[in-house]
C-alpha cells in the first residue's frame, strides 16, 4: 500500500524558485532510488533528476546549476528545489521510487508547476 504524494507545485514568475516535496507512506523501507520526472504539455515525460540511498545524484543538462534533489531516508521523503525558473520548466512535476532489484515503480499523483513570462 505505498503511495507517494508531492506538493509544493503553482504558479512562479521566470526567475523565481519553488520548492517541491514529496512523502512515502505505508512503509517503513527506504528507496534505493528517488527521482522527480516531469511532463510537459504534448510532450514526453522526462528525467530531471535522481537521488539514491547514498546521495549520489544525477541532473539532467536542462536543469543543472539550476535544480537540487535531496531526501531524508528517515523520513522517506525526498525533495526538489527549484531556482532561476524557466518558462521551459512549465511541466507537471512527478515523484518516483524504486527499491534495488525491485521490478516494482512507484509514482505520485503529480503536482502542477507552471512558470509565467
Known amino acids: 500500500q505505498v503511495q507517494l504524494v508531492e506538493s509544493g507545485g503553482g504558479l512562479v514568475q521566470a526567475g523565481g524558485s519553488l520548492r517541491l516535496s514529496c512523502a512515502a507512506s505505508g512503509t517503513s523501507r527506504n528507496f534505493n532510488i528517488m527521482a522527480w520526472y516531469r511532463q510537459g504539455s504534448g510532450k514526453a515525460r522526462e528525467l530531471v533528476a535522481h537521488?539514491?540511498?547514498?546521495?549520489?545524484?544525477y541532473y539532467a543538462d536542462s536543469v543543472k546549476g539550476r535544480f537540487t534533489i535531496s531526501r531524508d531516508n528517515a523520513k522517506n521523503t525526498v525533495s526538489l528545489e527549484m531556482n532561476s525558473l524557466k518558462p521551459e520548466d512549465t511541466a507537471v512535476y512527478y515523484c518516483y521510487a524504486r527499491r534495488m532489484l525491485s521490478s516494482t515503480e512507484y509514482w505520485g499523483q503529480g503536482t502542477q508547476v507552471t512558470v509565467s513570462s
Open positions: 537521488i539514491s540511498s547514498g546521495g549520489s545524484t
